[in-house]
């Protein structure tokens, strides 16, 4: 789907940030697909960009604290999650996903593992 036919997701904004070679996981309750403007910090980047987004609604013992739900941006995670997340069919299902960041930004790539499906 064209980025500029995409909702816009509602802040806040809950940027999924990891480190080179950190590894997050956490249960997938419930998705949305749609955009989001960013800020990037890596040098040379534009001061703001309007980019794809996957909101991954997460069970609050995995994030205690509001909002209980993480924005992936990355343009090489973004595709990973959106094919594993509509494969599993959440919902009505949950998913356990580890995600690890590869490199740093702006070519860091991502390893996407699903753990288990409930």
Same mark, same amino acid.
């Given at each position: 789907m064209p980025l500029e036919e995409l909702k816009e997701l #509602?802040?806040?904004? +809950?940027?999924?940030?990891?480190?080179?070679?950190?590894?997050?996981?956490?249960?997938v309750v419930q998705?949305?697909?749609?955009?989001?403007?960013?800020?990037?910090?890596? #040098?040379?980047?534009? +001061?703001?960009k309007v980019v794809r987004c996957i909101r991954m609604h997460v069970e609050e013992r995995d994030k205690p604290l509001f909002p209980h739900y993480w924005d992936a941006?990355?343009?090489?995670?973004v595709p990973q999650l959106l094919a594993i997340l509509s494969k599993v069919g959440v919902p009505p299902h949950k998913a356990r996903i580890c995600i690890k960041k590869i490199g740093v930004a702006p070519k860091a790539r991502f390893?996407?593992?699903l753990v288990r499906v409930e």
């Open positions: #509602p802040p806040p904004y +809950e940027i999924l940030e990891l480190e080179a070679e950190e590894e997050r996981c956490f249960t998705w949305e697909y749609g955009k989001i403007v960013i800020h990037p910090r890596w #040098p040379g980047a534009p +001061e703001k941006t990355a343009s090489t995670l390893q996407v593992r």
